[in-house]
């Protein structure tokens, strides 16, 4: 393939990565509006999540045994295919939100979401191999930190943009009803172009082997459980930013103000990213590197910014607190020295003195505390990956298949906090038990620092 036609390619793999991180976030403003809606408590709420990250894992679940059994399907019909079909389960998923209006029932928009995520869970399966294979493989690194790098682009404009037309502009009875309808139509939109473009027909000849043999690796087994926790963890804190904010002795935010705060969140995942391609990279040291990790963190924090200036509220003096993150994340990437688990390692345990803040502590701190989680969050799914598929050989299919089920952590973390949290509610206070709440993802992130120093230490 030549140049042109692999950028055209690559622009089209990188518009999916956008689209899938923009619709995975806006699941963080439709909680809070499906919890005022139909007066969910905090555990009903975050079905919202099951039902979406279930998908991913039963979806997975479903790939991994068919390939097991028949072959890989993805092999079969080709990653152009596969994206397609991906698209279009999506799109019909995203439709459902229409008539779940005029329904008006829970279980409704759950299905929905959990169609909609098991389209997206074909999308990954077929997108992020496609990536890495349509160049050559010295570069396919590069590449997918440039496609996961937009992801993040989708989940900074997610909540302020799908917070505008949620809670603003199609507010009422019409607040999810059109916005999900247009996003049903985009991806139509992008299945149509996919269809009609001149994508290579790449195949994937690699075996996938029999049996359990691929639980022998202990950098799997505990890999899994790893990214279980990861993503749990990530999402749910997501997940009740906005309640979070509203809470009086944080900020007392109401829905709409708080959703540039949440794309603050996670842009921070996108700036730590590219920092991340950056310093991770084994090719070049020294003062020349740290040059191009500032610029690179300056850059990526004027577009979260910019982003959030133009449509939200954010103003330079209100973010001044935020330069001190930036600076502690610098310099963990350069306590990391380049190795995946140390620097896993390390950016854990700052993630858990920030979640202590986020229990013990009140207003600005607090506050700052939480936004700042995803500065830290950001290389923690690439590197955790990477350790984990290390040394599988021809076991890496199956161990990519397993850890890509694990995402259901995404749906069942949340559910235990919620749960928490609820627990915890007074009678005259249903929110009381909200900052205490956030011990869960704590734990989570105590196996996650364990997981980078043992992987650190380990002898190949």
């Known amino acids: 393939m030549n140049k042109s036609n692999n950028n055209g390619t690559l622009g089209l793999l990188t518009s999916l990565f956008f689209l899938w991180g923009f619709m995975t976030v806006l699941n963080d403003v439709l909680i809070p509006h499906l919890k005022s809606v139909f007066e969910l408590n905090y555990a009903e709420s975050m079905l919202v999540q099951?039902?979406?990250?279930?998908?991913?894992?039963?979806?997975?679940?479903?790939?991994?045994?068919?390939?097991?059994?028949?072959?890989?399907?993805?092999?079969?019909?080709?990653?152009?295919?596969?994206?397609?079909?991906?698209?279009i389960i999506s799109a019909v998923g995203s439709a459902l939100f229409y008539p779940a209006t005029f329904i008006n029932a829970y279980w409704f928009y759950l299905m929905a979401l959990y169609v909609l995520g098991l389209g997206f869970t074909m999308l990954q399966i077929a997108a992020n191999p496609f990536v890495a294979i349509i160049g050559s493989p010295e570069t396919a690194s590069s590449r997918l930190n440039f496609t996961q790098g937009f992801n993040s682009l989708g989940t900074t404009l997610g909540p302020i943009i799908g917070g505008f037309l949620i809670f603003k502009f199609f507010a009422g009875d019409d607040a999810v009803k059109y916005p999900y309808l247009i996003f049903s139509f985009i991806m139509l939109l992008l299945t149509l172009?996919?269809?009609?473009?001149?994508?290579?027909?790449?195949?994937?000849?690699?075996?996938?082997?029999?049996?359990?043999?691929?639980?022998?690796?202990?950098?799997?087994?505990?890999?899994i459980f790893a990214i279980f926790f990861y993503v749990g963890a990530e999402v749910v804190i997501g997940s009740l930013l906005i309640n979070f904010f509203g809470l009086e002795n944080i900020a007392g935010f109401d829905e709409n103000s708080s959703k540039t705060y949440l794309?603050?969140?996670?842009?921070?995942?996108?700036?730590?990213?590219?920092?991340?391609?950056?310093?991770l990279d084994s090719v070049g040291s020294g003062l020349k590197k740290f040059k191009k990790v500032l610029l690179s963190t300056m850059a990526g924090f004027l577009l979260v910014f910019g982003i959030n200036y133009i449509w939200g509220d954010l103003t330079f003096s209100i973010a001044a607190p935020y330069f001190i993150f930036l600076a502690l994340n610098v310099g963990a990437f350069m306590l990391g020295k380049a190795l995946p688990g140390r620097?896993?390692?390390?950016?854990?345990?700052?993630?858990?003195?920030?979640?202590?803040?986020?229990?013990?502590q009140t207003g600005q701190i607090a506050f700052w505390s939480i936004i700042a989680i995803g500065l830290f969050n950001s290389i923690m799914w690439s590197n955790i990956f990477t350790i984990s598929i290390d040394g599988l050989g021809k076991y890496t299919s199956q161990g990519s298949s397993l850890l890509v089920m694990a995402i259901v952590g995404g749906a069942l973390v949340p559910f235990v906090q919620g749960f928490l949290a609820d627990y915890l509610a007074t009678p005259d206070n249903k929110d009381a038990g909200l900052q205490a709440s956030y011990v869960v993802p704590l734990i989570s992130y105590v196996y996650l620092s364990f997981y980078g120093f043992w992987a650190s230490n380990r002898k190949h």
Do not use: C, H
């Open 263 to 279: 794309s603050l969140y996670w842009g921070g995942t996108m700036i730590g990213r590219f920092t991340g391609a950056i310093m």
């Open 193 to 223: 172009l996919i269809y009609k473009s001149k994508l290579p027909d790449f195949k994937n000849n690699e075996k996938i082997e029999k049996g359990l043999a691929v639980f022998k690796f202990p950098q799997l087994r505990y890999g």
């Open 343 to 360: 620097t896993l390692g390390i950016f854990s345990l700052i993630i858990i003195v920030l979640l202590s803040m986020v229990i013990f």
């Open 50 to 87: 099951m039902a979406f990250f279930g998908a991913y894992f039963s979806g997975a679940l479903i790939y991994y045994l068919i390939s097991i059994s028949t072959g890989d399907p993805i092999n079969k019909i080709g990653y152009k295919q596969g994206i397609i079909i991906g698209l």
